[in-house]
């Protein structure tokens, strides 16, 4: 399993369209949408899953991801929320998607 997010966004070499960033969590929009509105949330600090993070960093995350989430539900009507674990997880680092149709 890879950690993209630690091998290309977080290095700089892949740009993305950031919706928030501050010292430990950044939010974008997806670069390969699943919904009409894709946007991620992860930690800038590396952590294998929502089982492995810690209580601080997940809070931090959990902070942005409701942000992101009342501007999708205020724009789009709706929101999903979701996190992915074990073999559903495609990349080692701990990230929340947030979407809508």
């Known amino acids: 399993m890879s950690d993209w997010y630690c091998e290309e966004l977080l290095s700089g070499r892949t740009e993305v369209e950031r919706i928030f960033e501050d010292e430990s969590v950044i939010a974008y929009w997806h670069t390969r949408p699943h919904y009409a ?36 539900v205020a724009e789009y009507g709706g929101a999903h ?21």
């Open 37 to 72: 509105h894709h946007a991620v949330v992860t930690t800038k600090v590396h952590a294998d899953s929502l089982l492995s993070v810690d209580a601080g960093t997940l809070a931090s995350v959990f902070e942005v991801v409701r942000a992101v989430a009342a501007l999708f």
């Open 81 to 101: 929320v979701v996190t992915n674990l074990g073999a559903y997880q495609e990349e080692s680092h701990f990230h929340v998607h947030v979407g809508a149709e």
